[in-house]
């Protein structure tokens, strides 16, 4: 096992900082204490062949009369806490997508140990 310490800033959920792989990269991390799975961004993310790219859902804008973009953030990847193709120690547990819902959130990619 292992300790890490964790803060809770503004008492919406606990952050610790974990070093990832063998080149031991901090990467900050939110836990989830009600979660089996411990979920990290890593450069799969950038893969266009995984996962789904979110569409913009046009907003209307009534001062033009016309549908404009939405503004919001769309991208797959709002951070990367992990390279997995430099890494020399991350193993493919193999399988399909695993999907995981987190309330608003939902994640999907492979696991690696």
Not at 59 to 86: H, M, Q, W
């Amino acid at each position: 096992g292992f300790r890490v310490d964790l803060e809770n800033e503004d008492g919406a959920g606990y952050v610790g900082t974990i070093y990832l792989g063998s080149g031991e990269i901090p990467a900050k991390v939110l836990f989830d204490t009600g979660s089996d799975f411990l979920a990290v961004t890593s450069s799969l993310c950038l893969d266009p062949k995984l996962g789904k790219q979110e569409a913009d859902v046009p907003k209307f804008d009534s001062t033009k009369f016309e549908y404009v973009p939405s503004g919001k953030d769309l991208r797959k990847c709002k951070s990367n806490a992990y390279n997995i193709k430099e890494s020399e120690s991350a193993k493919a547990m193999g399988g399909d997508d695993e999907k995981l819902d987190y309330g608003s959130a939902k994640l999907q990619g492979k696991l690696y140990q």
